[in-house]
C-alpha cells in the first residue's frame, strides 16, 4: 500500500473496570482486508462475550494471539497496515506485541509513569499463558503441580503431564529493602492464600512477583506434606451417563479452568456472601389466580407475539411490592457510610448460560406497563440464550429474581447479586392439597424465598416486601388496586 502504515489495535475495556479477556473467535486472517467498523474477533470477558470491531480501514498483517488465549486490557491483539493518516484518536501509540509466553509486567514502575486512556495502556506484556520451567525434582514436581491446580483452577488435559512449576533466580534490579513489586491483582492472591510478599522469589521482569511466583511459594511450603501423592484419596468421580467402565476407570477426574463469566461469579458470590449479613425469608402462597390471568393474557390481542408467563407477573408483582416499600430498593455505600436509595428499578433476571450464571437487568423497569415489561423479559432471555448480552446489560442492577422453579426445585436461599439490598427466588408451581375457602382443593402453589441485606433492611422491612408480593400473586387484581 503507499504511504501505509501500521496500526496495532489493542484490547478494549468492554466493560466496567475489566482487566482481560479471552479470545473466543476470530473473524480475520493476515492478508484480509478490514473496513471501520468490522468485527474481527469474539471475546469473552469475566461479563459476557463480545464482539470487537476494528476501528480503521485497512488489510491485516498480524493476529498477535491464538483463540483461547487470555489477553491483558492494553495490549495489542491485531496489526492493521493502514494507507496514511494518523491512528485513531482512542489509541495513544502502538503497542508491539507480546510474546504468547512473556511473565506479567508490573503495575508498579520504578520509573515514571506513562498516563493512559481507559483500555489503551502501554503494556507491553499481557497473556496468562504459563512459561515453560526447568524440571526439578519428581516428588516436588507432582506436589507443585497439584496443589497449583487446585488453587488456581488451571488443571491439564488427562492425557496432559502438569506443567512444572520450579522457581527461578530473583532478579538483580529488585533492591532488598523495597516493597516487594507486584500486581495489584497478585498482592490480593498472596494475602488470600496467607503468603508473605516478602519471602517470596520473583521471576518476572525487575524483580516483579508474578502469579506463579505465589503458587510455587505454597507449592514449596506444601511439598513436604505431600511428599507422596499417591497415598491421599482421591476426589469423587462425576458419575458417567451409561459409561462403559474402561471409560469411567481411565478418566477418574476432569478439570475445568475457571475463567470469565465463571470466574467474575465465582468472585462476586464469595464477595457478597462474606460482605453483606444476609437474612432469607420465605412464604408459600396459592398462584391459581395468577396462572389463570397469564392464559387469559395469552389470548389478549395486545400481548401478541410476546412471551407471557408466570415470571411476568412475578416480575411485575415485585415491581408493585417495591414501589409500596421503597426503602428496600438501595444499597450500602462502605466507603461513605451511607444508605443509597435508588428512586429507579433495573430489574436483574437471573439467566443460566452456556459460559455461566448471568443477571442482566431491566433498565427502569419499575416505569414499563405490563406489554413492555414483557417484551423486555422476551429480549433479555433471548439474548441470554445467544450469549449476545452486553456488559453494560449486566451493570446498574437495582434488585433481582432468580427463578429456580423451572429446574423442579421448590425454593432456595439465593446470594445477593453485589451492590443489591435483595433478590427473590421463584420455586416450582405445582399443584397441591390446600384449604380454599374452608375446603381443601387442588391449587397452583410455590414458594417464594426473598434474601436481603440486613444491613439497610430490617425484618418488617423485608417481611412487607415479601408479603406484598405473595399478596399480589393470590390476587392478582391488586395489581390494578395497588399500581
Known amino acids: 500500500m503507499t504511504n501505509a502504515s501500521v496500526r496495532e489495535f489493542k484490547m478494549p475495556d468492554v466493560g466496567e473496570g475489566l482487566t482481560e479477556a479471552e479470545i473466543l473467535k476470530w473473524y480475520v486472517q493476515p492478508g484480509d482486508t478490514v473496513t471501520d467498523g468490522q468485527v474481527v474477533c469474539e471475546v469473552e470477558t469475566a461479563k459476557a462475550a463480545v464482539e470487537l470491531p476494528i476501528p480503521y480501514d485497512g488489510v491485516v498483517r498480524a493476529l498477535h494471539f491464538p483463540e483461547g488465549t487470555t489477553v491483558d486490557v492494553g495490549t495489542s491483539i491485531i496489526a492493521v497496515e493502514v494507507a496514511g493518516g494518523a491512528a485513531p484518536a482512542q489509541e495513544e501509540a502502538p503497542a508491539a506485541p507480546a510474546p504468547a509466553a512473556e511473565p506479567e509486567r508490573p503495575a508498579e514502575q520504578p520509573a515514571a509513569r506513562q498516563p493512559v486512556l481507559v483500555g489503551y495502556g502501554v503494556a507491553t506484556s499481557s497473556t ?24 488456581n483452577g488451571h488443571g491439564a488435559a488427562p492425557a496432559a503431564p502438569p506443567a512444572p512449576v520450579a522457581p527461578a533466580a530473583p532478579a538483580s534490579s529488585a533492591a532488598p529493602a523495597q516493597r516487594p513489586l507486584a500486581k495489584p491483582p497478585v498482592r490480593k492472591l498472596a494475602k488470600d492464600l496467607g503468603v508473605d510478599l516478602a519471602t517470596v522469589t520473583p521471576t518476572g521482569p525487575d524483580g516483579v512477583i508474578t502469579r506463579d511466583d505465589v503458587h510455587a511459594a505454597v507449592a514449596a511450603a506444601q511439598a513436604p506434606r505431600q511428599a507422596a501423592p499417591a497415598a491421599q484419596p482421591a476426589a469423587p468421580a462425576a458419575p458417567a451417563p451409561s459409561a462403559a ?66 415470571l411476568l407477573l412475578i416480575a411485575k408483582a415485585l415491581l408493585v411490592a417495591i414501589r409500596r416499600n421503597p426503602d428496600i430498593n438501595a444499597s450500602w455505600d462502605e466507603a461513605a457510610q451511607e444508605i443509597v436509595v435508588k428512586h429507579y428499578v433495573n430489574l436483574g433476571i437471573a439467566a443460566a448460560t452456556p459460559r455461566g450464571l448471568i443477571v442482566p437487568n431491566i433498565k ?10 414483557a417484551a423486555s423479559l422476551g429480549e433479555l432471555v433471548s439474548t441470554a440464550r445467544e450469549g449476545r448480552t452486553s456488559p453494560s446489560a449486566m ?33 416450582a408451581i405445582k399443584l397441591q392439597p390446600w384449604v380454599h375457602k374452608g375446603k381443601v382443593k387442588p391449587r397452583q402453589v410455590t414458594t417464594l424465598a426473598l434474601s436481603f441485606d440486613h444491613r439497610l433492611v430490617d425484618g ?20 390494578i388496586t395497588w399500581a
Open 460 to 479: 418488617e422491612l423485608g417481611s412487607k416486601v415479601l408479603a406484598d408480593v405473595a399478596a399480589v400473586l393470590e390476587q392478582p387484581k391488586r395489581l
Open 364 to 373: 427502569d423497569a419499575h416505569a414499563k406497563t405490563l406489554p413492555e415489561l
Open 395 to 427: 451493570q446498574g442492577g437495582t434488585v433481582t429474581i432468580t427463578n429456580v422453579g423451572v429446574f423442579g426445585v421448590d425454593t432456595g436461599t439465593p446470594i445477593l447479586n453485589p451492590g443489591e439490598s435483595a433478590i427473590l427466588a421463584v420455586g
Open 245 to 310: 467402565p474402561a471409560s469411567y476407570d481411565s478418566v477418574r477426574e476432569t478439570r475445568i479452568p475457571v475463567k470469565g463469566v465463571r470466574k467474575a461469579t465465582a468472585a462476586a458470590m464469595v464477595g457478597s456472601a462474606f460482605t453483606a449479613p444476609h437474612v432469607t425469608e420465605f412464604v408459600t402462597v396459592d398462584v391459581t389466580r395468577t396462572m389463570k390471568l397469564v392464559e387469559e393474557l395469552k389470548q389478549d390481542k395486545e400481548f401478541a407475539g410476546l412471551r407471557v408467563n408466570p
Open 128 to 151: 496468562r499463558r504459563r512459561p515453560r520451567k526447568q524440571a526439578q525434582d519428581p516428588a516436588a514436581q507432582q506436589a507443585a503441580s497439584a496443589v497449583q491446580s487446585e488453587l
